[in-house]
């Protein structure tokens, strides 16, 4: 079957580095994506990598590994607005997106 | 008013009701979809359109209807709901039509809760 896996909450400090894992197994590989969704608010786009390495844009970075099918977004600088839910999806070989369950970061001062 | 917007935002309802949610989309996009967002639990993707046709029905119930009049508007039709539907419901859009790696953008979702 499709698996997305994330871990289901992290806690970091203002002002430091996180780094949010995503693993998958799909039938299929069209690019993967990452969202953030602030409690009670719309998930709203982050990235897509469909090539492995790093894509950097700004505080946040997404890389990926086909290969090893593993991904992660790593959020620099981290700010209390950072607090959120962070979501992986997959888009596999129907172009459906799977999601992960989402990984609820709490910043903490 | 930009992006995609939901309303209502908040749905009280006993298991008789019958009442509708609405998605309406100004980005100009071909493709809309509805999804369903329980606690820690992944999307669900329940209905797939494309240019106002429904391209994917993931096995949803009958109980949830949907309708889409036109490329910008997106409706949901509920009745005879369980308890187990209760849940977040977000609409989303995208540019191309389904069937590419189109990014999707999302309405902030109608929050249901079924009595």
């Known amino acids: 079957g499709q698996n997305i896996d994330q871990p289901t909450e992290m806690t970091a400090t203002e002002g430091a580095i996180v780094q949010i894992n995503c693993t998958y197994q799909t039938s299929g590989f069209n690019g993967l994506f990452w969202y953030q969704q602030h409690a009670g608010e719309a998930p709203t786009f982050l990235s897509y990598?469909?090539l492995d390495g790093l894509e950097e844009k700004g505080r946040f970075s997404s890389f990926l590994s086909r290969s090893k099918g593993y991904s992660y977004l790593l959020l620099k600088e981290l700010q209390m607005k950072d607090s959120a839910s962070y979501l992986c999806a997959v888009m596999d070989s129907n172009y459906q997106l799977i999601w992960g369950a989402g990984t609820k970061l709490i910043i903490k001062p | 008013e930009t992006g995609v917007t939901q309303t209502p935002r908040h749905l009280v309802m006993g298991m008789t009701n019958k009442k509708s949610l609405k998605c309406e989309q100004h980005?100009?996009?071909?493709?809309m979809y509805w999804y369903k967002q329980s606690a820690k639990k992944p999307l669900e993707l329940m209905f797939v359109y494309s240019l106002e046709e429904r391209v994917e029905n993931n096995s949803v119930p009958s109980r949830f209807s949907p309708e889409c009049p036109n490329s910008s508007h997106l409706f949901l039709h509920l009745h005879t709901l369980q308890p187990e539907d209760s849940a977040l419901y977000l609409c989303a859009s995208s540019q191309g039509l389904a069937g590419g790696p189109e990014t999707q953008y999302f309405g902030p979702g109608t929050r249901l809760l079924v009595l």
């Open positions: 980005l100009g996009h071909n493709a």
């Open positions: 990598n469909v």
